[in-house]
């Protein structure tokens, strides 16, 4: 036994003693799950993938809350290693390469999107994609493709030959997004009225920007379209056995009052200031923590 091996079957072991069988059945659903998503995707070979292909897929069907910390191993081959039975991982391949070992039952429980006690990799309706990796994603429109060149993603014309070192990002055609469209029509049909049905169609067939669904439907539309874009690029990172960006998914920054802003606008309030009149001054409203910052200047505190 190598002792890269044996360090891993310690680590195992260690986490085995300190779950419960609840938590290590969950673990064999969520692998089942990701493999049978392959399998249901049409994919002849579904009983193997790499590795982090696996992951994506178990995050996909998770609503990107599954961590593999909950199974108290720090790493995703860690995690699969808690199953010897069910998945072996190959890691004469790079990335290594998992396979399936026996096929999913019918009777597979359907999953929840829930986790135990983890929720941190969840998309959250605050949560955009980096605007680059965004563009690179759906701007089929253009005609141009987008390269990774490692930091960043770059609009190059489709005929410019691609340098070394750089890879070309996966970019949605027409049809794709008319599947994506069709998909969510179908998911919203029986909870609609038949007036935004016809809308929703519309918006479909025309290619139609997102106001113009029904407003209670906005928002579904873009966490769904979010949804498909993260897999997407997650998926294209993990098969070129890259890192995906940590910033693939952020929250936009609150913006920023400069100081010249500041001055502008207390040059305006006292401007504003010396035209009132004296019944305009008394009617004057000031904030209680200005006044009191007035007060300790005076006596010099």
Known sequence: MSEEVRLVSDRVMAAWENLDSELLKRGEELIVAGFSAARWSGREDWRQMTTPVLKNRILSVTNRAFSERDWRTSSFRDFLALYPGLVRVDTTTRPPTAHLMRDPTDDTPELTTQTPAHAGGRMTPDQRVRPDLWRSALDYSSGNKYVWTGEAAVSVNADEPVTEGELVLPTIDRGDSDNWREEFLQQQAKRVSPADVEA????????????????????????????????????????????????????????????????????????????????ELESLSLPSSASLRVVRRARGE
């Open 200 to 279: 929703i169609e519309r918006w479909r067939t025309e290619g139609l920007g997102t106001r113009s669904l029904p407003p209670a439907l906005q928002g579904l539309w873009n966490a769904e379209l979010k949804r498909h874009v993260v897999e997407l690029l997650e998926t294209w990172f993990a098969e070129h056995d890259l890192e995906a960006p940590g910033d693939l998914l952020g929250r936009p920054e609150a913006p920023r009052t400069s100081r010249a802003d500041t001055e502008e606008l207390r040059s305006f309030i006292q401007d504003c200031v010396a035209a009132m009149t004296r019944g």
